[in-house]
């Protein structure tokens, strides 16, 4: 496998892994879960990932850069019917991390906090 390979994969895994834990929370999908749900072995995790932890962190702080990414200069109005439609509520893997994950955030260990909190305050 190439080095490009693997950072694809683990951009993969990344992704895989933030739209599962927004849909169910980061208590709620194990390792084996989430790499299987990208397509790859549990064994390939630790390749990786140090640890579960590790992701979590990463996953939430890739996310919160890119909604804050999309977020600039979008039209208020605009992002707010965004963010309060139908699709947006009912699309929980595809929307908010802040909504979905604030209150595991606060659960979770330092790292992820701070993760979490840096992104926070730059959406």
């Given at each position: 496998?190439?080095k490009?390979?693997?950072?694809q994969?683990r951009?993969h895994?990344?992704?895989t ?9 980061y ?5 084996a ?24 962190a ?39 991390t802040i909504a979905?994950?604030?209150g595991?955030a ?12 840096a992104?926070s305050?730059?959406?």
């Amino acid at each position: 496998m190439t080095k490009a390979q693997a950072e694809q994969n683990r951009a993969h895994i990344v992704a895989t892994a933030a739209r599962l834990f927004r849909e169910r929370g980061y208590d709620g999908v194990g390792v084996a879960e989430l790499m299987a749900a990208a397509g790859f072995t549990h064994g390939g995790f630790y390749k990786h990932f140090r640890s579960k932890a590790d992701l979590m962190a990463e996953a939430s702080a890739s996310r919160l850069s890119q909604i804050a990414a999309r977020a600039e200069g979008v039209d208020p109005a605009e992002f707010v019917e965004s963010y309060v439609s139908r699709e947006h509520r009912d699309g929980r893997g595809g929307g908010c991390t802040i909504a979905a994950l604030s209150g595991d955030a606060a659960r979770q260990p330092a790292d992820i906090k701070a993760e979490f909190a840096a992104g926070s305050s730059s959406c």
